[in-house]
């Protein structure tokens, strides 16, 4: 199967080929490097193992000056890692991109057996998107911290805590659109957001504007932010509990407003 900006017609000089072979049985790794040689390609320059440890992994070679890029698995890690997401409905698991990747992925081989699993993973399930909405929001953003840090020197943590609220709410709405999500490599945010139909206005270029802004200037940006996406998740998914979060938000704001 052929993945990302190759198949999605959006490449460019920076772009590498993404593809995944899956097999039966993956093959001795010395069959593997021959058939890249035999391609044209150069040695492996990296190879990474899964993270859950099962025998699939992904490597990368040069062939005319791109870098190719090839996971290797088998049918039965493939089922096993869609289980994760649409059975288990685990909201963090990367295996989202794989569920994402199937939906735009191009055979190369067994056209049918790919028909399957997009068949599979067009299926969104509400019990999936729930579980993302619920993690997502409980993971408190630290509006106490912010007012602290500001007289800290702490540039670079109070960053790193936006962008991982930032995340935390493309997360949230992910969920709440029916849209698999995983911050692992997330990129093209705003073709992302312009797939989110229920999402603030303009979120991509917001979220780009508050990291950019000055230290309180983008804390307020990003409570606007996540009190309009709480808005959507209280008006389209009242199933959701944002008795925690919105008590949290209700301290801080009273807290500001003191200072």
Avoid at 194 to 221: C, H, K, S
């Amino acid at each position: 199967m052929l993945f990302g900006s190759t198949v999605l017609d959006i490449a460019d000089e920076r772009s590498d080929i993404d593809m995944s072979l899956v097999f039966e049985t993956i093959p001795a790794q010395a069959e593997l490097l021959a058939a890249c040689a035999r391609a044209g390609g150069s040695p492996w320059t990296w190879r990474n193992a899964s993270p859950d440890g099962d025998a699939s992994f992904a490597v990368g070679f040069d062939l005319d000056g791109i870098e190719v890029q090839i996971a290797y698995t088998d049918r039965r890690i493939v089922a096993a890692d869609l289980d994760t997401v649409l059975v288990a409905h685990d909201p963090t698991t990367l295996n989202h991109k794989i569920a994402e990747g199937l939906l735009k992925a191009e055979a190369l081989l067994d056209a049918e057996r790919l028909q399957q699993w997009r068949s599979r993973v067009a299926q969104f399930p509400p019990a999936l998107g729930d579980a993302m909405m619920r993690h997502h929001l409980g993971q408190p953003t630290p509006w106490k911290w912010f007012s602290y840090l500001l007289h800290r020197d702490s540039a670079l943590w109070c960053r790193e805590m936006q962008v991982d609220a930032c995340y935390r709410l493309l997360g949230t709405l992910a969920g709440l659109n029916g849209q698999y999500f995983t911050v692992f490599q997330f990129k093209r945010m705003h073709r992302f957001a312009g797939q989110l139909p229920r999402a603030p206005v303009n979120l991509a270029d917001r979220v780009e504007t508050l990291l950019a802004a000055p230290l309180p200037d983008a804390f307020a940006m990003l409570y606007a932010l996540e009190g309009e996406v709480l808005a959507l998740v209280a008006e389209h998914a009242p199933q959701i509990d944002l008795t925690a979060v919105q008590e949290r938000r209700r301290r801080w704001a009273a807290s500001a407003a003191v200072a």
